[in-house]
């Protein structure tokens, strides 16, 4: 069997040099021409461009890198390699041969930039922006167990210690062990905001070699069927148009093969190409409902982030100007820690979390039922199973032991007492319209 040539393995990695190699180039070819307004621009583009790669690991060690996390999701691959491929031929392109009337003169000086192209680096970085996101997003499902090792790690005594507190002074009629609940979902979305972190740190250390490039291989164009252009999201940007042939050679690139090599035992982390591209469609084209706003939208204080910010800080992925202000900028930290937790005790670990109310809400109905206020967490009695009258019902399990202890003596063994406490538990559902969290009726306006 031929070995598989080196560029099949790094396509996504080689392109994305070239990528940077082209920016790199025409900002200092700008600058040396003292065009500083065109500089200035192409600098930016190039910035969000090392942001995209560094938030996906393009330029991580082989291990853990975009080209090793897409070997088996070819749709995937085939759309980054095409957008990465568009950006490559622009920058090629970047400067207009000819005084076409398109060209836009940014300085006085005699070089011109073509808008065409400007528009084009602009157009694919959006739509790589989006696909990263969709890809760092998709459901893992080693989280959990990728997160207990975290926590391990790191002390977070004092961190469970603040949460506490912040519980109790928000909802002190809460019943324990719903306080307990939301406390650990407060630790939850913090370990998962270091995992992130601790992903991103090794996603952002380059490879210490790079790997020796050779030319890229043409893309084979096959028609597209109705299916094929439903299952992926065009690529909406314009192609440079030359009437004058250019000295670089341009090389396109093909989706790599997906070659029978051996990789080392430790595996980057997966995720749901159905997934990646669900979400995907939803950034490109948002639904009504997807725009529908929490109960408390307007009241919460979301972070902001510093002016000119170009990746955010919660989840390090790339921004758009669009996305930092007013209800895109809360959307976006919804989807970043899911701060909508369920509350029921019927769903066990991993904790289940939601972006927005609506889906909390509906969740909580389906799920739970309509009467999931009530039984959430339902308020517990314990109640001595020797004795009739009503002073022997504890609103705590160990006042039931000390009165077993106390008054029944020398009837039961530690362990025996231990499990008539266990059995002698009964709960009781709220009033149908009492709040679990703050116990208050929800038929009050005030």
């Known amino acids: 069997m031929e070995e598989t040539p080196p560029e099949d393995i790094n396509g996504i990695y080689n392109l994305a040099v070239e990528c940077e190699d082209l920016f790199a180039d025409h900002v200092s070819r700008l600058n040396r021409e003292e065009q500083k307004s065109g500089a200035a621009i192409v600098s930016e583009l190039g910035q969000r461009f090392a942001i995209w790669a560094s938030f996906l690991g393009v330029f991580a060690d082989p291990k853990i890198s975009l080209d090793r996390r897409l070997r088996h999701h070819a749709d995937i691959q085939d759309q980054v390699l095409r957008l990465l491929d568009i950006m490559q031929q622009n920058l090629l392109f970047l400067y207009e041969p000819n005084r076409s009337p398109e060209a836009m003169k940014l300085d006085s000086n005699s070089g011109r930039i073509s808008y065409l192209a400007l528009e084009a680096i602009t157009g694919a970085i959006k739509r790589l922006n989006q696909l990263g996101i969709a890809i760092r997003r998709s459901p893992v499902a080693r989280h959990s167990a990728k997160a207990k090792i975290l926590a391990e790690k790191f002390n977070l005594t004092t961190f469970a210690e603040i949460a506490n507190h912040i519980i109790k002074a928000l909802y ?78 341009i090389h396109h690139h093909h989706p790599p093969s997906r070659p029978s090599q051996t990789f080392a035992q430790s595996e980057p982390t997966s995720f749901n190409s159905h997934e990646v591209n669900k979400r995907l469609r939803r950034m490109v084209k948002p639904s009504i409902k997807s725009k529908t706003k929490s109960i408390l939208t307007n009241q919460a204080n979301y972070p902001r982030m510093a002016k000119g910010s170009m990746s955010c800080e919660w989840c390090f992925s790339p921004l758009q100007i669009d996305t930092l202000e007013g209800t895109e900028w809360n959307q976006h930290i919804n989807e970043d820690h899911l701060p909508y937790v369920c509350v029921s005790d019927k769903c066990g670990e991993p904790l289940i979390r939601f972006a927005s109310s609506t889906e909390w809400f509906q969740h909580m109905l389906t799920v739970h039922g309509r009467n999931w206020n009530r039984e959430v967490y339902a308020p517990s009695t314990w109640k001595c199973p020797l004795c009739n009258d009503d002073d022997t019902t504890f609103i705590r399990p160990i006042d039931l032991a000390v009165h077993i202890e106390g008054f029944h003596q020398n009837v039961f063994t530690e362990h025996q007492s231990q499990a008539i406490v266990r059995q002698s538990r009964f709960r009781s559902p709220r009033a149908r319209d009492i709040c679990p969290l703050c116990c208050f009726s929800m038929d009050q306006n005030d």
């Open 172 to 249: 002190p009629g809460a019943g324990e062990d719903l306080m307990e609940h939301l406390a650990r979902s407060m630790i939850d979305t913090y370990v998962r905001y270091l995992e992130r972190k601790s992903r991103h740190e090794k996603l952002q250390l380059r490879r210490p070699q790079p790997v020796i490039r050779s030319s890229l291989l043409a893309i084979i164009e096959e028609p597209t069927t109705q299916m094929e252009t439903e299952g992926t999201i065009g690529v909406e940007v314009q192609m440079p148009q030359h009437s004058v042939p250019l000295k670089p050679t």
